[in-house]
């Protein structure tokens, strides 16, 4: 049976339908997540030092730049997610006008039979070929915005987990770094070293400003290099795994697939033209 994997571009962000087979390792989003287990295997996500456990009343809710991962639990089949990357401008533009901040106070996000059946109307939305882009645009700003709702439950005391401070400078050379040498083998003591960091300042100031670590935002830079070069340029998959510094397609093909999901050759099927947001956030 064939990966299943759909876009959808909408005001709010992208909705994906993914059909998982195998664990996704450690990774990290610049936007916000919700992501809804709608059948198949069962799967929890490690964020932080919380695990929060898919069910028919639990969904995983990440704020931006929070490192999670996916487990699958048993090997009844594959695992479907409905996951929502919801925008940053979305967001604020939606805590202006309810006089609030829109950021999970716990990964774990509640479903009562309202939010379970909007998932599924959501889903048919999405896989229909007629539904007007506007009718799944409005059904999916629905669903989230109720589900946000659901997980703001009172919290007296925001901790640090709520909280993006502004970059220091040396964390922005450092990800400009990564950025201009996306295709070189480099290790973060290397990245660290060029931009007058210790490695335990250095991880402590991804700790501290982008709830991850350098490895994790390192792997989601040439995660967003390769998804940039699959859908924009067009090139053979083997031109792009050599181009970013793997030694083999096959290698390539490995790391796409444990950090996504699917395998290069889904997703640039399944993302055609779509304009993706950056993976890993920060104005370039």
Known sequence: ??????????????????????????????????????????????????????????????NAYESHDVTLLDDSGPCVFLAFMISKQWLEE??????????????????????????????????????????????????????????????????????????DRRLRAAIAYMREHVDEKISVDEIAGKVGLSRAHFFALFRDQLNTTPQVFWSAVRVEEAMRRLI???????SVAFDLGFSAPGNFSRFFKEHTGVSPSTFRRAAGKTLLAPVTGLPR
């Not at 339908?17 to 490690?46: K, N, P």
């Not at 996000?109 to 229909?128: A, K, N, T, Y």
């Not at 669903?143 to 919290?155: C, F, K, R, T």
């Open 232 to 238: 924009d340029d067009g090139e053979p998959l083997t």
């Open 94 to 167: 939606r805590s202006k006008a309810k006089g609030r901040s829109f950021l999970f106070p716990s990964p774990q996000v509640p479903i009562d039979s309202m939010l379970r059946q909007s998932c599924w109307r959501v889903l048919d939305l999405i896989i229909s070929a007629h539904e007007p882009r506007a009718s799944v645009d409005d059904a999916v700003e629905q669903l989230l915005g109720a589900a946000i709702d659901s997980s703001m439950a009172p919290v007296q005391n925001h901790d640090a987990r709520f909280m993006v401070p502004r970059c």
């Open 1 to 62: 049976m064939a990966e299943s994997y759909a876009f959808h571009e909408g005001a709010f962000g992208q909705a994906i339908v993914l059909e998982l087979r195998a664990d996704l390792v450690e990774h990290a989003h610049s936007e916000t997540q919700i992501a809804f287990w709608l059948g198949g295997a069962r799967a929890e996500a490690r964020i932080g030092a919380q695990i929060v456990k898919y069910s028919d009343h639990i969904a995983l809710g990440a």
